[in-house]
């Protein structure tokens, strides 16, 4: 059974600022993609960053300063640039595991 | 337009049963398979159980194993979950989920959820 850790817990950064989400998996990944979600309070997840055999996508209306990338058992989701929407919790996720989120809050 | 809607959530006693559903519409339903996941009350997701598009393959977490059963109607465009033998870790919000297609089972498209309280 695989175990997805992220880090950190929170992340406090301003609009601007460039965020680094990461996720470490308890062992190598088969499959060398992750998954990435946005869950703003009181709503539903929202795909961000999606896998598939072959390859790593952006879901659809998902803005290009969100990116994934990693290997084996490191894995990074990146913000480039935060907007105010931005804010909120990100959990990433790979068959039936998902993370234990990281929240990004307004410094 | 794509669009899951829960319904079938609410209270009930521990030891008891629920049966949820999920209404699918925009999409032809019977060429995805179809996932629950749940978020207790200030916590993370987890996943809970799949099933693929024919219905012939579920899967589930260890911890309801047993005591829930995914299942789903293709002429209806409709997934189910039959909660049993229900416990208050089993508080939750409930969301259908679809799977895209030859993916590390990622999630395109969400339901609202129904929340689920177990407590006597």
């Known amino acids: 059974e695989i175990v997805l850790t992220q880090s950190p817990g929170t992340l406090s950064l301003s609009p601007g600022e460039r965020a680094t989400l990461s996720c470490r998996a308890s062992?190598?990944?088969?499959?060398?993609?992750l998954a990435w979600y946005q869950q703003k309070r009181g709503q539903a997840p929202r795909l961000l960053i999606y896998?598939?055999?072959?390859?790593?996508s952006r879901a659809t209306g998902v803005p290009d300063r969100f990116s994934g990338s990693g290997s084996g058992t490191d894995f990074t989701l990146t913000i480039s640039r935060l907007e105010p929407e931005d804010f909120a919790v990100y959990y990433c996720?790979?068959?039936?595991?998902f993370g234990q989120g990281t929240k990004v809050e307004i410094k | 337009e794509v669009q899951l809607v829960e319904s079938g959530g609410g209270l009930v006693q521990p030891g008891g049963s629920l049966r949820l559903s999920c209404a699918a519409s925009?999409?032809?339903?019977?060429?995805?398979?179809m996932s629950w996941v749940r978020q207790a009350p200030g916590k993370g997701l987890e996943w809970v159980a799949n099933?693929?598009?024919?219905?012939?393959?579920?899967n589930y977490v260890d911890s309801v194993k047993g005591r829930f059963t995914i299942s789903r109607d293709n002429a209806k465009n409709s997934l189910y979950l039959q909660m049993d033998s229900l416990r208050a870790d089993d508080t939750a919000v409930y969301y259908c989920?679809?799977?895209?297609?030859?993916?590390?089972?990622?999630?395109?498209?969400w339901g609202q959820g129904t929340l689920v309280t177990v407590s006597s």
């Open positions: 989920a679809r799977e895209i297609p030859a993916s590390t089972a990622s999630f395109d498209y």
């Open positions: 062992q190598r990944l088969s499959i060398n993609y």
């Open positions: 925009g999409f032809t339903f019977s060429r995805y398979w």
């Open positions: 896998s598939t055999s072959s390859a790593s």
């Open positions: 996720q790979q068959y039936g595991a």
């Open positions: 099933i693929k598009e024919d219905g012939s393959v579920q």
